[in-house]
């Protein structure tokens, strides 16, 4: 599949995606919203609660079950990183018949509260992966959903975190979360 059709208007991936391959939402609803149209067009969406995640260990056990990672993994960063290399590659985890593979984090100040240096270095090997993938025309991205609206991260993959369109203002993630 080629990454993206010269018509881009309607594209929710490409406008989703082509600032940064890891994207940040505050309100469920315009997540939800993201979500509801990428399946629509064809994603496969993996959606992982990574509020409960109070160590390391539980982003590993939750993202392995998701992506069927083989039995070898060893659930360290490193071999997250591997792993994710052969989900780009299609070894497991998606297929060449989606659209392309997203993964969602909700919740993800809680972990990022828990684990900094790992929240951080997840969202940099998601975002590294997804560029590599970008290149063989396996389209990949990541959706972190914070329900803290002041959550900032160091870039990932060399390029930033950022907000997605409709709540890249602070003032649109200051008001009550409908």
């Known amino acids: 599949m080629s990454a993206f059709d010269a018509d881009l208007s309607g594209d929710v991936a490409f406008r989703l995606l082509a600032p940064s391959f890891v994207r940040l939402f505050w309100r469920i609803s315009v997540l939800n919203t993201a979500v509801d149209a990428l399946r629509d067009r064809g994603y496969q969406v ?43 590659t299609y070894d497991y985890g ?14 993800y100040d809680a972990f990022a509260g828990s684990c900094p240096r790992a929240a951080q270095i997840v969202l940099d090997i998601l975002a590294d992966q997804a560029r590599s993938a970008a290149l063989i025309g396996h389209r990949m991205g990541c959706l972190v959903q914070s329900n803290d609206p002041s959550i900032r991260f160091d870039p990932v993959g060399a390029t930033p975190v950022m907000w997605n369109d409709a709540e890249w203002l602070d003032s649109s993630r200051q008001q009550v979360r409908p």
């Open 46 to 88: 993996v959606q992982l609660d990574a509020s409960a995640w109070l160590q390391e260990a539980d982003l590993h056990r939750d993202i392995a079950a998701a992506l069927d990672f083989p039995d070898y993994y060893g659930r360290n960063l490193d071999a997250l990183n591997d792993c994710l290399r052969d989900v780009v």
């Open 94 to 107: 998606t297929s060449r018949e989606v659209t392309g593979l997203v993964l969602v984090f909700t919740g």
